[in-house]
T-cell receptor, first 112, second 119 residues
Framework: SQQGEEDPQALSIQEGENATMNCSYKTSINNLQWYRQNSGRGLVHLILIRSNEREKHSGRLRVTLDTSKKSSSLLITASRAADTASYFCATASISGYSTLTFGKGTMLLVSP | EAGVAQSPRYKIIEKRQSVAFWCNPISGHATLYWYQQILGQGPKLLIQFQNNGVVDDSQLPKDRFSAERLKGVDSTLKIQPAKLEDSAVYLC?????????????????FGEGSWLTVV
């Protein structure tokens, strides 16, 4: 079963604009991670935010986490054509081993 | 550091045939995962190993799928017999095991995937 649900399913923007993707989940988590997947490739880890953190930055990426609303957002600032990819949120549950459950993803298209 | 290696990259088989995928995780990673990703969807966990023991195989269709991780390093995923709906990318991933609970977290490293088409 998939825990995370990304919104929107697809997003099309121009280079230089910001892109915001949202993720909602259902059960309590240990941490939430965002991954990127270029067409035909494997997933690449972008950023991890722990359940006791509210915001995290990495380069042009900004992630927020609201555990009371069970939601997270990924902001990519000053987007580039190379950012074109699918973006997935994945949640790690509190109990048991560190299994990640992925959402269905947001497909981002950045046009030059 | 070498990444997660998978083979073959692409495979086309007829329904009812069998197929096997191989994965070599990052050196030192005790945890190994097999995910299935159907086109347009997110990855779904099939099986998770901790060393050579199975931690979670609740979503593995055990009537046709099997996986093993002998010696706690390489792993193989087998499908026999294949169905049309098995057409997907099979992603292997590995990670260091993290402490249970708490907020330590861990990162999973993925291979490039093995693309299966069942015709």
């Amino acid at each position: 079963s998939q825990q995370g649900e990304e919104d929107p399913q697809a997003l099309s923007i121009q280079e230089g604009e910001n892109a915001t993707m949202n993720c909602s989940y259902k059960t309590s988590i240990n941490n939430l991670q965002w991954y990127r997947q270029n067409s035909g490739r494997g997933l690449v880890h972008l950023i991890l935010i722990r359940s006791n953190e509210r915001e995290k930055h990495s380069g042009r990426l900004r992630v927020t986490l609201d555990t009371s609303k069970k939601s997270s957002s990924l902001l990519i600032t000053a987007s580039r054509a190379a950012d074109t990819a699918s973006y997935f949120c994945a949640t790690a549950s509190i109990s048991g081993y560190s299994t990640l459950t992925f959402g269905k993803g947001t497909m981002l298209l950045v046009s030059p | 550091e070498a990444g997660v290696a998978q083979s073959p990259r692409y495979k086309i088989i007829e329904k009812r045939q069998s197929v096997a995928f191989w994965c070599n995780p990052i050196s030192g990673h005790a945890t190994l995962y097999w995910y299935q990703q159907i086109l347009g969807q997110g990855p779904k966990l099939l099986i998770q190993f901790q060393n050579n023991g199975v931690v979670d195989d609740s979503q593995l269709p055990k009537d046709r799928f099997s996986a093993e991780r002998l010696k706690g390093v390489d792993s193989t995923l087998k499908i026999q017999p294949a169905k049309l709906e098995d057409s997907a990318v099979y992603l292997c991933a590995s990670s260091h095991p993290s402490s249970l609970g708490g907020v330590s977290g861990n990162t999973i490293y993925f291979g490039e995937g093995s693309w299966l088409t069942v015709v």
